[in-house]
């Protein structure tokens, strides 16, 4: 009993130091992502990235691929399976990643009589900022070998299946930002 009790122990720390062990984080881009998504399936990675939040996307991408993206999602919600085993690391840089992507310019409110007020409508909101950040989190690629290791297996993930792969974030680090309107000149202090 108290041998399979120090065995569980041990497994345990490993299993916890390889989590948080920066030396097993890869550091990666979008574009070797979807090179080789299997390397990384499953893995804690660390990319610098362009990120999208609207009413429909949450989202990040590379300069070098534009036409490629991963979604994001954070590691409590209810829609990431498996569980993640680490929690969101709510920091300084964090609170002002979430003041950049949130800051949005929205329709002005209609003078006109019997006009429909679109003022507020998230569908017609504009981002005030191009934000980069460095992420780190775990990898879940949809583009799995099968058992026979020759064909495929796909899944998809984020809004209406339309990303091959989802980032499920741990930490924020290193927040940047452009202003895309003259609203926006000036960033929350970064």
Known sequence: MVMARSLFICLLCLAF??????????????CQIKKNPTK?????????VWVNLDWEHFEAWDENCKQEAITLAYPDDPNVQPRPHFPLQKDEEYELFQKLVAAKKYPAKSA????????????LALPLYKV???????LDSGIIRGPDDRLPHTKAYGHMDEYFARLVIRSISDVTSLPLRSESATPPSQ
């Open 17 to 30: 130091s390889t989590l948080c062990n920066p030396s097993q984080i890869s550091s990666t881009t979008i």
């Open 40 to 48: 990384y399936n499953g893995r804690i990675v660390r990319i610098r």
């Open 112 to 123: 006109e009589p019997g006009a429909m007020d679109s003022h507020g409508d998230p569908t």
């Open 132 to 138: 980069q950040a460095t992420i780190v989190g775990r």
